[in-house]
Nanobody
């Protein structure tokens, strides 16, 4: 599975972005898809996850109500809609995939995209 993340950029506090993760290489119908982020000099942080087939979603407390993860089966993409951005959301955002159910732990994910940078100015 190859993952390609896109959509990052520089936005002001309160702004919105849509990040997109395009999956290719094989079917991901039985994969959990997730977004993680890594701020400078910090560890990977779980953001949101989606079980591709079932549609169940899971969010970190820090992003609940502001971020929405969704999938487009026709386009084979998983999007992360980000609203009400805060400076503390500044990070490189990565999409990841794993077989089976989703997980909070980045080490459990088998496939990773290259990341897309989100910078929020105050």
């Amino acid at each position: 599975v190859q993952l390609q993340a896109s959509g990052g950029g520089l936005v002001q506090t309160g702004g919105s972005l849509r990040l997109s993760c395009a999956a290719s290489g094989r079917t991901v119908s039985a994969y959990a898809m997730a977004w993680f982020r890594q701020a400078p000099e910090k560890d990977y942080e779980f953001v949101a996850a989606l079980y591709w087939n079932g549609g169940d979603t899971l969010y970190a407390d820090s992003v609940k109500g502001r971020f929405t993860i969704s999938r487009d089966n026709g386009q084979n993409t998983v999007d992360l809609h980000i609203n009400s951005l805060k400076p503390e959301d500044t990070a490189k955002y990565y999409c990841a995939a794993k077989r089976g159910g989703y997980s909070f732990y980045p080490g459990n994910y088998e496939y990773w995209g290259q990341g897309t940078l989100v910078t929020v100015s105050s």
